[in-house]
């Protein structure tokens, strides 16, 4: 079975700084799919950036950049340059195998502070 | 293009009663998903539609769950006999083919059961 984990609850970082969000899984799968996503308090869910496992290149999406250890099953987020706009629950998930779903960690409420 | 979308927005309703929630994917999109996010359980899978395939529906929690999906395109997630334990966001979300593709998300329905 595929589990992710997210041991951070809750962070808080100020503006126009860098902050790190953790994230840690396990699957038995060969090939699957990690992705950060947001969710600011209008509750949509917004994809931040998506990893192929396959790839040895950290995915990068402007002020988001992973960082990706494979053999660590380790996948970080990292946010630059930190706004406003930025504050929201972000969860990191896992997809791989037959069924498609996403598994979700129980998510990271980051502050951005002015 | 459109995102996904998903009626109603919230949804207060008496234990016991049936509620249809409903979600139209992106357009050209023949996966669909349904999700549940609770305070409890965190984001859970509930069922995935791909096109013409039978429903994984290992997700739904009891018989008192069920969801169509007509024309491969427009779903309806129905409970019946509601629960206040059914008290959660019911997300939805659509990808172009299922496997290894982005699944975006619709800003779900809030439902709340008294």
């Known amino acids: 079975a595929q589990t992710v984990t997210q041991s951070q609850p809750e962070m808080s970082v100020q503006e126009a700084e860098t902050v790190t969000l953790s994230c840690t899984y396990d699957?038995?799968?060969?090939?699957?799919?990690l992705f950060w996503y947001k969710q600011p308090p209008s509750r949509q869910m917004i994809l931040v950036i998506r990893q192929e496992a396959y790839k040895q290149q950290n995915a990068t999406e402007n002020r988001f950049s992973v960082n990706f250890q494979k053999a660590a099953k380790s996948f970080s987020l990292k946010i630059s340059d930190s706004q406003l706009g930025d504050t929201a629950m972000y969860f990191c998930a896992s997809e791989g195998g037959a069924t498609n779903k996403l598994i979700f960690g129980t998510g990271t409420l980051l502050a951005v502070q002015p | 293009g459109a995102g996904v979308s998903q009626s109603p927005s919230n949804k207060v309703t008496e234990k016991g009663k049936d509620v249809e929630l409903r979600c139209d994917p992106i357009?050209?999109?023949?996966?669909l998903y349904w999700y549940r996010q609770s305070l409890g359980q965190g984001l859970e899978f509930l069922i995935y539609f791909q096109g013409n395939s039978a429903p994984d529906k290992s997700g739904l929690p009891s018989d008192r769950f069920s969801a169509e999906r007509t024309g491969g395109s427009v779903s309806t997630l129905t409970i019946q006999r509601t629960q206040q334990e059914d008290s959660a966001v019911y997300l939805c979300?659509?990808?172009?083919?299922?496997?290894?593709?982005?699944?975006?998300f619709g800003p779900g329905t809030r439902l709340t059961v008294l």
């Open positions: 979300a659509s990808s172009w083919r299922g496997s290894s593709d982005t699944q975006y």
């Open positions: 357009s050209g999109h023949t996966a």
């Open positions: 699957t038995s799968e060969s090939n699957y799919y």
